[in-house]
């Protein structure tokens, strides 16, 4: 999907990822990107792999199966939520919400979001961002509410931040855009490395 003017000279971004949530944090800074297209991959973890490993692997890996542009940047991201060594899934069903809600219920976790970034000359940079995140205690009928409002559905760890679960983080320490999805400093320090115009960008009045 193009969704800017292809006579414009800059630099294209393009978004390797579905996720509405991206597109959303990118723009909000300026950076809507010029496309979305996205990667699919096998997301599964390697057997022993931790939290933060898969998340920059996933980044990795979709970043580099993009076939690449020619004046285009290829940003890619994947986040993972763990409870020590143990990797939440991104739910799918109710019961998986819910037993990602009960173990997180009064306990710190980690969200850690990869992100890699393609240049079109082929130079590659890419880091994991991690978040420390505290939840208070979850009585039955508050995560009986938020399975009902489906906010859960295909979000890593079972819970949006942006959502009805803000009510529920006590502590964080890290990036907040990260938890959303995309860290938005080290994604624009990461573009920038790599020689994307990243303060012209944020100056065109949110104009992509």
């Known amino acids: 999907m193009t969704l800017a003017d292809p006579a414009n000279p800059r630099p294209r971004l ?7 949530r991206r597109f959303d944090l990118l723009s909000g800074a300026g950076l809507t990107p010029d496309a979305v297209e996205p990667t699919h991959i096998d997301e599964h973890e390697i057997p022993g792999e931790l939290p933060g490993p898969l998340a920059l692997r996933l980044a990795q890996e979709k970043a580099m ?25 991104k739910t799918e069903d109710e019961a998986e919400a819910r037993r990602c809600l009960e173990l997180l219920s009064g306990r710190n976790h980690r969200v850690f979001t990869g992100i890699a970034a393609r240049a079109p ?13 505290k939840f208070k205690r979850l009585s039955r009928p508050e995560i009986d509410a938020y399975i009902a409002s489906g906010e859960w559905r295909g979000k890593a760890g079972g819970y ?18 990260g938890v959303v999805g995309l ?3 080290e994604t624009a320090n990461l573009l920038n490395g790599l020689g994307y115009p990243v303060t012209a960008r944020m100056g065109e009045g949110g104009s992509a």
Do not use: K, M
């Not at 000359?121 to 978040?131: H, N, Q, S």
């Not at 679960?165 to 855009?177: D, R």
């Open 160 to 177: 949006a931040i942006q959502g009805r679960a803000g009510c529920f983080v006590i502590n964080l320490i890290g990036s907040f855009t």
């Open 65 to 89: 199966a993009h076939p690449g542009s020619a004046d285009g940047y290829i940003l890619a991201a994947d986040t993972v939520v763990g409870v020590g060594r143990r990797i939440l899934p």
């Open 14 to 20: 393009i978004l390797a990822s579905a996720s509405p």
């Open 121 to 133: 000359d082929g130079r590659f940079a890419a880091r994991v961002v991690e978040t420390r995140v």
């Open 183 to 185: 860290p938005l400093y």
